[in-house]
């Protein structure tokens, strides 16, 4: 009986590990593509400087960029803490925290800007709402540390990548930095399966 409990729960936990590993690697192939997107928009494509109504279509393609960079965060957050047996601690726990409360609240401002065509940051809301993210990233790269489902170098880069290519308008290759940071993420967990 103890044996057949013992291979169900295996089984279970193999199957967990695997969901959690597909989903990781889907959230690290949206952002790639949302990371990709915005280092194009933002090279190639017309915006609106600044707040005010839409005039250009770049406007919305920027402002619908930010949904699945976002989305993305925040799933492959998850699934992190589900493939580390949540060994990430408190502080991975806090840091998804931070970086879903940011999350949540860059959604809204996007799909508010789409709605109302406009790029409206809110007040300081998004500036805020980006600080949140990083400092979420932040927090569960620390964590993640005792999880040793990725390298120390990688639990370094990750979040500085993420501070200058995801949401505060730091120009530059910052996105592109952050794409190449998913993909050796991808390829780290590829290889761990």
């Known amino acids: 009986m103890s044996a057949t409990?013992?291979?169900?729960?295996?089984?279970?936990?193999?199957?967990?590990?695997?969901s959690a590993l597909r989903r990781a690697l889907a959230a690290l192939y949206v952002?790639?593509?949302?990371?990709?997107?915005?280092?194009?928009?933002t090279a190639f494509v017309t915006t609106t400087p600044d707040e005010g109504d839409f005039h250009h279509i770049g406007d919305y393609f920027l402002t619908a960029t930010?949904?699945?960079?976002?989305?993305?965060?925040?799933?492959?957050?998850r699934a992190m803490h589900e493939l580390q047996?949540?060994?990430?601690?408190?502080?991975?726990?806090?840091?998804?925290?931070?970086?879903?409360?940011g999350s949540v609240a860059l959604l809204a401002i996007f799909v508010s800007g789409l709605v109302a065509a406009t790029s409206s940051s809110?007040?300081?809301?998004?500036?805020?709402?980006?600080?949140?993210?990083i400092i979420g990233v932040v927090l569960f790269a620390i964590g993640s540390r005792r999880g040793q489902l990725l390298p120390k170098w990688l639990l370094v880069v990750w979040p500085i990548a993420w501070a200058v290519g995801s949401m505060l308008p730091i120009s530059g290759p910052g996105p592109l930095l952050l794409a190449a940071v998913y993909i050796a993420m991808a390829v780290v967990l590829r290889k761990r399966r």
């Open 85 to 101: 047996d949540r060994r990430d601690g408190r502080i991975g726990m806090v840091g998804m925290a931070f970086a879903g409360v």
């Open 5 to 18: 409990v013992a291979s169900a729960t295996t089984v279970s936990s193999s199957s967990n590990t695997a």
């Open 122 to 133: 809110w007040g300081p809301t998004y500036v805020l709402a980006s600080l949140a993210t």
């Open 31 to 41: 952002g790639v593509a949302a990371a990709i997107a915005l280092a194009g928009i």
């Open 66 to 77: 930010g949904i699945p960079y976002v989305v993305a965060l925040v799933v492959l957050l």
